[in-house]
């Protein structure tokens, strides 16, 4: 059976242990410091002995398609040949760095975003088909703005070619694979899920049509970037609404079978995921964050972000439910990732909702509670995200432990205080004290200190 320091081979690229930084929201955005602010989030984790490191969602435009402010763009081969300052220093390290493409569709600033959309009225949202009678239900109500263009066959062609030269550019910049976003409600799960996708060309109308986008993206990045290791989320949407409100969705069973399909299309490894038909909490499933809600120097700017005061209350409501209905439990996509990893030989990589070294390794080894097959490991490499904000350095405690009876936890409490800033520019950092205070003594007591190769 595998452990955490085992090195892993995906598509070609020989990544050092098994442990990842997953995809954040690194609000570097594209500016004259954007380099340097990759640089700061992403190259500790290098240095703390991470292997792979997995950039956040950036985006394949230069137009639209961001979900949150801050979010890169790499559609500019001038900026990305300047990541490959970031590249070089991660591979300083010995770690390797993918980066993670998207477009977010309906998930967009210009759906959600009162501010943005006022000063970009011209902005089309970008649609796989017409908003499903929910979302139209919630643009009469007031609660969000739906007037989308709904992609022809050609514009469906056309981003994925954009898709295809984003990866090109990137791997010129060193990048050593590409991660898509398919999952957390972004472009690609709108193509995946028959939610969404009601198209009737060769886009849309059965569960095989409704995966050729990503075949489609697949062939261009080959064609544009070459052999390079091509990984994706795959998702499932088992935390949606239930019937009546719902009734078309991903099952679990269909996410296994989409992974099924990408293995044979030619993906090198996949990343099954749980996710809702909305963007909402079964993403960074625990607290409702009140710190952050209550925060009076971000009030302003969460009235811009959400069209004043009373939708922004409706939002705190609605983060206050879903932190009841998507309550913190461990390692909540480890069933998932079994089931996909039974039936494909490609690599899984699991994450969310993983806090300890011993959960790890019977992830990668065997045993985890909730499991019918206790023998079959759940997946070949575990990843975290929020917990990297509230340690940058995280790996040097998790690696190579040096004790059988030693069980290092994170220090983040999954109280998502870190999350609701970004919606107003903010930068993803821990924000709570006790945390913080922790994090200080840890650092004291040099329990981040680690001696590179």
């Known amino acids: 059976m595998a452990t955490l320091e085992d090195p892993l081979e995906i598509g070609g690229m020989t990544v050092p242990n098994r442990l990842y930084r997953a995809p954040l929201l690194e609000c570097a955005g594209n500016g004259p410091d954007a380099v340097d602010a990759l640089i700061d989030d992403l190259e500790p984790a290098a240095a703390s002995g991470v292997g792979l490191i997995c950039q956040g969602a950036t985006i394949v435009r230069g137009d639209g398609g961001c979900a949150a402010p801050g979010m890169t ?7 990305v040949s300047q990541l490959s300052r970031l590249t070089d220093r991660i591979h300083d390290h010995g770690s390797r760095i993918v980066i993670q493409l998207e477009h977010g569709g309906l998930r967009s600033m210009e759906t959600w ?11 089309e949202q970008l649609a796989v088909s017409r908003p499903p009678w929910q979302l139209r239900l919630l643009d009469r109500l007031g609660f969000l703005e739906y007037d989308p263009h709904v992609l022809t066959t050609a514009e469906v062609y056309e981003l994925a070619a954009d898709f295809g030269r984003a990866a090109a550019r990137a791997v010129e910049a060193g990048y050593d694979g590409v991660h898509l976003a398919g999952a957390n409600m972004g472009i690609v799960q709108q193509f995946l899920s028959p939610f969404y996708n ?6 849309g109308g059965s569960p095989e049509a409704r995966l050729q986008f990503l075949a489609v993206v697949h062939d261009e990045i080959r064609d544009r970037a070459g052999d390079v290791p091509l990984l994706t989320k795959v998702p499932a949407e088992t935390p949606a609404p239930p019937r009546p409100v719902v009734h078309r969705k991903l099952s679990l069973e269909d996410g296994v079978e989409i992974a099924r399909r990408l293995e044979k299309i030619g993906y090198d490894a996949v990343v099954p995921v749980q996710t809702s038909v909305v963007w909402d909490m079964s993403i960074v499933r625990g607290e409702y964050p009140e710190r952050a809600w209550t925060n009076e120097g971000l009030q302003a700017e969460y009235d811009a972000a959400f069209g004043g005061a009373a939708r922004k209350r409706l939002v705190s409501l609605a983060n206050r439910i879903q932190s009841l209905q998507y309550d913190f439990e461990p390692a909540w996509n480890a069933d998932f990732c079994r089931r996909v990893r039974e039936q494909v030989s490609i690599p899984v990589l699991a994450e969310g909702g993983i806090r300890e070294r011993e959960e790890m390794d019977q992830l990668l080894g065997g045993a985890i509670n909730k499991s019918e097959n206790p023998e079959t490991p759940a997946c070949d490499m ?3 995200a929020r917990p990297f904000y509230a340690e940058p350095r995280l790996g040097a405690r998790l ?4 004790s059988e009876t030693e069980n290092p936890r994170v220090l983040c409490e999954s109280c998502n205080n870190c999350t609701v800033p970004q919606v107003t520019d903010a930068p993803g950092i821990c924000r709570t ?5 922790k994090r200080g003594d840890l650092e004291r007591e040099g329990a ?3 001696s590179e190769p």
């Not at 004290?433 to 205070?437: F, M, N, T």
């Open 73 to 79: 763009r790499v559609h500019d081969p001038a900026f």
């Open 433 to 437: 004290p006790a945390v913080l205070r």
């Open 113 to 123: 975003h009162a501010e943005y959309r006022a000063e970009h009225p011209d902005l």
């Open 382 to 384: 575990v990843g975290m």
């Open 198 to 203: 009601r198209r009737d060309d060769e886009f």
């Open 399 to 402: 690696l190579e432990t040096g």
């Open 448 to 450: 981040y200190d680690r």
